[in-house]
């Protein structure tokens, strides 16, 4: 593949000029005269269907993930909003919060709200929602290679403001780890009118708790 101007790496405006192409697949691109493959892209971001994707391979063969994060889980009565940094391969592959099978996520809040973890994702929605516990990330989108959080760069915030305004019984925001914390503290003040509460992540790298010791310190949540 001849490249026509050396030395240039994918750049910014580029990626940008992805957002709403969808189903493309495999194929070639030529963006300011420099030539790319577009290795996978997965549902173009339209609002609706929030699970996007995008791997690229550019000039020198430089490989970057891009990702989106979901549309928020959330009913009109919530009381807490749980956030995450943005979901992992895992979760974008399946189209679901927390779909790792090791995270540890639905089984403790299955605990706090005293039931079996739900068999199905719609189960596990409507957990949520009966409890008055609303889900979403603080990252809309990323550059993420893998589904370390420690890769994450160049993110770009949701309106979590936006949401808290809009849910009137909404007294709690809880991080799901220190990322979340990290990337709502560096885009968003917080409110006095708030609790936050920073909380172990329910990762699978997060070894040294074990699901006892995560359910009891997410118990906070839910006083």
């Known amino acids: 593949m001849k490249n026509h101007r050396k030395?240039?790496?994918c750049g910014r405006p580029f990626l940008f000029s992805l957002l709403g192409i969808s189903n493309i697949g495999k194929a070639h691109l030529a963006v300011g005269g420099v030539h790319f493959q577009a290795v996978t892209i997965r549902h173009g971001f339209n609002g609706n269907n929030p699970q996007n994707s995008v791997s690229l391979r550019g000039f020198e063969n430089q490989d970057m993930e891009y990702k989106f994060s979901f549309a928020p889980i959330v009913g009109k009565d919530a009381r807490v909003l749980v956030?995450?940094?943005?979901?992992?391969?895992r979760s974008l592959a399946l189209n679901e919060y927390y779909g790792h099978p090791q995270n540890r996520f639905w089984r403790v809040i299955a605990r706090l709200c005293e039931q079996e973890v739900p068999r199905t994702y719609s189960e596990k929605r409507e957990?949520?929602?009966?409890n008055g516990i609303a889900l979403w990330d603080v990252a809309h989108q990323a550059f993420r290679?893998?589904?370390?959080d420690s890769d994450i760069r160049d993110e770009k915030p949701n309106d979590i403001p936006a949401l808290a305004a809009s849910l009137p019984q909404l007294h709690t925001i809880a991080f799901n780890g220190k990322t979340a914390e990290r990337l709502y503290d560096k885009y968003f003040p917080r409110t006095a009118n708030l609790r936050y509460l920073s909380l172990p992540s329910t990762s699978p790298a997060n070894a040294a708790f074990s699901l006892e010791k995560l359910s009891a310190c997410w118990g906070r949540m839910m006083e």
């Open 127 to 130: 957990m949520l929602l009966r």
């Open 145 to 148: 290679p893998g589904s370390m």
């Open 83 to 89: 956030l995450g940094s943005i979901p992992g391969d």
């Open 7 to 9: 030395g240039r790496p």
